[in-house]
C-alpha cells in the first residue's frame, strides 16, 4: 500500500483534532479603522420611521466626517415568531438558524433603500474582500447580522433557538476585520441588572468585564450570551458598546469613540 | 389570526416570543422538547479521509471508488471528504503571515474541494453528484434517479470563524461540517473512512501496545478521552448536545469491505454511540 504523500509544513502531522498547534502566531489586523455598527431588530427596525431615521442621520454625519462604517441590521419581531413557530414543530437548530436569515436581510434592504442616495451598498457575508474599495468611495456597506452559519449553527443545551444571530455576526465581524470595538444600537442606555422593561427597579451598568459579567449570571442580559463568551478569547474585538439610539447624539458620539452607554471589555 | 401589537413603540407580531428576550434562559427553554425532527432517517453519512486516504493516492482511492460504486445501488448514502495535507499546508502559511482565524477558515474549504472533484469524476459513472452547499431539499431527487450526492465538508463559517478555545487553527473543520450536516438531517449514522481500524487509545503507528475500542459510548469517550485523537475535538462536543444521531462508525478504508459492512449495520471497526442506542 503507497504511503500518505505529505507536503511538508509546521502543521504536516498535527492532527488538527485539537489546539495543538504550537506556532509563531502574530496576527495582522485586516482593517482595523472600520466602525461596525448594528442596528437593532426588534429594538431599532420595528419601531419604524421614529426610530430609525435619527440613527441613519448620525450614521451619515460620521460618514462625512471620515468615519468608514460598515452598518449590520438585526431582525426582530418576525424572527421572534417564526422562531416560534418553528420551535413547536421541534425543528432542529440549524433549521431554524436558516429560517432567521431571512428577516435581517429584509431589514438590511430596508436600511440599504434609505441610505441609496448616501453611498448606501447592500453587500453579502462573503463580500468583505471589496470593502477597501466601497470604503474608499465613501459607501456605507449595510449587510445582515445574521453569520452564514445557516444549518450548520449547532445546538446549545435546554434551547432551540439559534445561540448565534445578529449580534454574534457584529462580533465576528469585528474580530475578522480587526476592529477594536463592536457598537450595537438598542433602545437601552446599556447593560441593566435585569430587563428594564419588565423589572422598572433595574439599574443601568456603565462598565464591565465580561468575565464580571457571566460571573453575576443574570437571568437576562443585552446581548447574545457567546458574545460575551468569545470576548476574552478575541484577538482585536476586546470591547462591546451598548448605545441608546432613541436618544440623539449617542450614536455619532460612539461612531466618533467615545464612552457612551455600556461598555462591556474583555 | 395573528395580530399586529402596538403600544410600546415597536410594532410587534403576537406570538410565543413577542417582546421576549431572545437571551433569557426561561423564553429559551421554553423552545425545547426532547427531540428534533428527523427528517432523511435512512440515510447514512459516509466521510473520506483527506490524509488517511486521499493523500495516498490511486492504490487507496481507486479500491474504494469501486466499493462505493457497488455499495451505492443498496444504500441512500451522502459522501463528504477531508482536504488532507494540504489543508495542513494551507493552515500554516496563512498563520506564519498572521491571518485572522476567520481569513484561515475562508481559504481552507477550496483543498477539500479538490478532494470532492477527483472523487466525482471517478464515481460520476456509477451515479454521483456534487451536491451545492445546502441544496438539501434535492435529496429525494438525487436518491430517486440513484444518484449519491457528493457534499461539501467544510462548513459555511468563513470569516465568521469564532475564536478558538486555544490557538488560531479555525475549530470548525470538516468532521464538524459532515457531522452538522447529518445531525441536522437526521440522518441514520456517519461513517468515517480512515487508514487504521478504528479508534485507538493512542496512536497505533507510534504505540505497539495501542488499544483498539470495539463498541463504545460517547459518554465514556468524553470522561475518558484518547490521547490521540482521529476526529476533531468539536464534534464530540457538538454531539453531546445533539439530539438526532446516535451512531458514528469508524472503519479502515484500505481494507475491502469494511465499509460496506459498516453500511449494512454490522459492528465494524470502532462504533460510538450515544445514549444507550445499539
Known amino acids: 500500500m503507497s504511503e500518505r504523500r505529505t507536503i511538508e509544513s509546521t502543521l504536516a502531522h498535527s492532527t488538527l483534532t485539537g489546539s495543538n498547534a504550537s506556532h509563531d502566531y502574530r496576527p495582522v489586523a485586516v482593517m482595523p479603522d472600520v466602525r461596525v455598527v448594528k442596528i437593532g431588530g426588534q429594538s431599532i427596525m420595528d ?17 462625512k466626517r471620515g468615519i468608514q462604517v460598515v452598518v ?20 432542529p437548530t440549524g433549521v431554524i438558524a436558516t429560517l432567521g436569515k431571512y428577516i435581517p436581510m429584509q431589514n438590511a434592504r ?7 442616495k448616501h453611498g448606501g451598498l447592500y453587500i453579502l457575508p462573503d463580500d468583505f474582500e471589496k470593502l477597501p474599495l466601497y470604503l474608499q468611495l465613501g459607501c456605507v456597506p449595510v449587510m445582515s447580522g445574521m453569520p452564514p452559519f445557516g444549518y ?24 475578522f476585520l480587526g476592529a477594536r470595538r463592536a457598537i450595537f444600537i438598542k433602545d437601552e442606555d446599556g447593560l441593566y441588572t435585569d430587563d428594564p422593561k419588565k423589572t422598572p427597579s433595574a439599574t443601568h451598568i456603565p ?35 451598548i448605545v441608546n439610539g432613541l436618544k440623539p447624539g449617542q450614536v455619532l458620539a460612539a461612531l466618533e469613540g467615545k464612552d457612551v452607554g455600556t461598555i462591556i471589555s474583555a | ?39 432523511f432517517p435512512d440515510v447514512s453519512m459516509v466521510s473520506i479521509g483527506g490524509q488517511s486516504i486521499f493523500d495516498r493516492g490511486k492504490d487507496a482511492i481507486l479500491p474504494l471508488v469501486a466499493e462505493l460504486a457497488e455499495v451505492k445501488k443498496r444504500h441512500k448514502m451522502v459522501i463528504g471528504v477531508g482536504g488532507g495535507t494540504r489543508v495542513r499546508h494551507t493552515m500554516s502559511v496563512a498563520m506564519d503571515l498572521g491571518l485572522p482565524t476567520g481569513g484561515i477558515a475562508q481559504l481552507v474549504g477550496a483543498m477539500e474541494e479538490l478532494n470532492a472533484i477527483l472523487l466525482n469524476a471517478l464515481l460520476a459513472p456509477h451515479g454521483s453528484m456534487p451536491m451545492q452547499r445546502d441544496h438539501f431539499w434535492d435529496l429525494p431527487l438525487y436518491f430517486d434517479a440513484g444518484i449519491t450526492p457528493i457534499a461539501i465538508s467544510v462548513p459555511p463559517f468563513h470569516f465568521w470563524e469564532p475564536p478558538p478555545l486555544e490557538g488560531a487553527v479555525p475549530m470548525h473543520g470538516s468532521d464538524f461540517g459532515l457531522f452538522q450536516m447529518a445531525e441536522v438531517l437526521g440522518f441514520k449514522q456517519i461513517i468515517f473512512v480512515k487508514d487504521q481500524d478504528g479508534l485507538y487509545d493512542r496512536d497505533p503507528a507510534l504505540h505497539a501496545d495501542a488499544k483498539k475500542y470495539g463498541r463504545v ?54 462504533v460510538i454511540t450515544k445514549g444507550g442506542a445499539r
Open chain 1, 47 to 63: 419601531r419604524g420611521r421614529a426610530a430609525l431615521f435619527p440613527i441613519l442621520d448620525e450614521i451619515i454625519e460620521a460618514r
Open chain 1, 72 to 91: 449590520l441590521v438585526g431582525g426582530g419581531t418576525r424572527a421572534r415568531h417564526i422562531y416560534a413557530i418553528a420551535s413547536e414543530l421541534e425543528m
Open chain 1, 110 to 116: 430596508m436600511v440599504q433603500m434609505l441610505l441609496a
Open chain 1, 152 to 175: 450548520w449553527e449547532k445546538r446549545e443545551e435546554g434551547s432551540r433557538i439559534p445561540p448565534h444571530r445578529t449580534d454574534a455576526g457584529v462580533f465576528l465581524s469585528c474580530e
Open chain 1, 207 to 241: 462598565r464591565i468585564t465580561a468575565k464580571e459579567l457571566r460571573e453575576r449570571n443574570l437571568p437576562d442580559v443585552v446581548v447574545e450570551r457567546v458574545v460575551v463568551d468569545y470576548l476574552p478569547r478575541a484577538r482585536w474585538c476586546k470591547e462591546l458598546q
Open chain 2, 1 to 39: 389570526m395573528n395580530k399586529l401589537v402596538g403600544g410600546d413603540g415597536r410594532t410587534h407580531i403576537e406570538s410565543r416570543l413577542m417582546r421576549e428576550s431572545l437571551q433569557n434562559k426561561q423564553v429559551l427553554s421554553g423552545t425545547e422538547s426532547d427531540r428534533d425532527v428527523q427528517i
Open chain 2, 217 to 270: 459510548t460517547l459518554e465514556e469517550l468524553i470522561a475518558h478521552p484518547p490521547k490521540e485523537n482521529i476526529l476533531d475535538e468539536e464534534l464530540y462536543r457538538t454531539w453531546a448536545e445533539a439530539k438526532n444521531i446516535k451512531r458514528i462508525v469508524i472503519v479502515n478504508g484500505l481494507k475491502q469491505g469494511e465499509l460496506t459492512k459498516a453500511l449494512d449495520g454490522e459492528d465494524v471497526g470502532t
